[in-house]
């Protein structure tokens, strides 16, 4: 019997690779995504020409927006803010492929700049940099004078809203928060999933639609030990999986 695994489209970013510019995708990703039963394939910016995208959508049964070492231009949100580490194309890509999930109802899961990108389409903002804002203490930023295997531990608690698409979770989890910027204002029509404890928002959704997450942590590094990671990409690929079935 053929077992149809569903595609799953990874955004990929900008890098420079032995001096030359390329697109890419951290290892991680895929293997998260292969681990639970979808089938990825890699997007490059260039995908974001709407015949190409309205072409590949048909094939494509969920999208995963993924974290990255660039961030959101503060254009994108009406901020003033000095960023260097932006990659504008990714940015255009993403906020098309958000249009396209919305659209269709396609399962669409967001990770760190990916829950980002998902505020600030739904025409919320962001803080360029948590630090700076009075009020947050929880450690949301990894010590980069550590080992990677260290740096992406779980380093905060959040604690899980009622009534959301967590919930069924539980109430609290301790995650890999690892971030500069953050969310301020929540956009239109998104359900806060998950707080710190200090109130800075972790995990978003859109209630309206079959399944569409934002989480600012990373579940795809312990993605087959950490049991949250495991419910996360479970779900994704479940309603992923719902086209074939």
């Not at 990677?148 to 809203?161: A, F, R, T």
Request: with cysteine; hydrophobic share 40%.
């Amino acid at each position: 019997m053929l077992i149809i695994r569903p595609i799953i489209a990874i955004v990929s970013c900008h890098k420079m690779v032995d001096g030359q510019p390329a697109q890419a995708v951290y290892q991680k990703y895929i293997d998260a995504v292969q681990h639970y039963g979808g089938n990825p394939i890699l997007l490059p910016y260039t995908a974001a020409e709407s015949v190409n995208l309205e072409a590949l959508m048909t094939v494509v049964d969920g999208i995963l927006l993924t974290g990255s070492y660039s961030n959101v231009a503060p254009m994108r949100y009406g901020a003033s803010h000095s960023e260097e580490k932006q990659d504008v194309n990714r940015d255009a890509l993403s906020f098309k492929l958000l249009a396209s999930a919305e659209r269709s109802g396609m399962p669409l899961l967001a990770v760190c700049r990916g829950l980002q990108e998902m505020n600030v389409y739904f025409d919320g903002t962001l803080h360029p940099d948590w630090r700076e804002v009075e009020g947050f203490y929880e450690p949301h930023l990894e010590d980069s004078t550590a080992p990677l295997e260290v740096q992406y531990q779980p380093v905060h608690d959040v604690l899980i809203q009622p009534d959301g698409r967590l919930a069924t979770f539980g109430d609290e989890w301790h995650v890999n928060s690892l971030h500069k910027q953050a969310i301020n204002e929540v956009g239109k029509g998104l359900f806060v999933e998950a707080l710190a404890r200090d109130g800075l928002v972790e995990a978003i959704s859109l209630m309206k639609h079959p399944f569409m997450i934002g989480v600012q942590w990373h579940p795809e590094l312990n993605y087959a030990k950490d049991d949250l990671s495991k419910f996360l990409f479970t779900e994704f690929i479940h309603y992923a999986s719902q086209k074939h079935s």
